[in-house]
């Protein structure tokens, strides 16, 4: 079982800055795709970022030029540099791992975190 541990969520004014951190611990095999969805109120579940064990990395129209992935291998650790955050991208943002084992991929959810853009 591998486990998902969010950090850096908060309240933050528009325009201001926000670092997300998920750190992955327990039974890892290979972590594979890391990546960070969100969902805003009265809305669905979304991806945000994604990135890859080559670190190419993917991210949804709404936040390119805005948001950056990255990964620390050796800590497990995905993270999200989020710019020049609007209102509308207000919502709770969650960690998701795929782990390479010997039987398949499998996929984990983190807790969430809450962020909140607002003056």
């Known amino acids: 079982q591998v486990r998902l541990v969010e950090s850096g969520g908060g309240l933050v004014q528009p325009g201001g800055s926000l670092r997300l951190s998920c750190a992955a611990s327990g039974s890892i095999s290979s972590i594979d795709v890391m990546a960070w969805h969100r969902q805003g109120p009265g809305k669905q579940r979304d991806l945000v970022a994604s990135?890859?064990?080559?670190?190419?990395?993917q991210y949804v129209d709404s936040v390119k030029g805005r948001f950056t992935i990255s990964r620390d291998n050796a800590k497990n650790t995905v993270y999200l540099q989020m710019d020049s955050l609007k209102p509308e991208d207000t919502a709770v943002y969650y960690c998701?791992?795929?782990?390479?084992?010997?039987?398949?991929?499998?996929?984990?959810w983190g807790q969430g975190t809450q962020v909140t853009v607002s003056s």
């Open positions: 998701y791992v795929t782990d390479r084992t010997r039987i398949g991929l499998r996929a984990y």
């Open positions: 990135i890859n064990t080559y670190t190419s990395t």
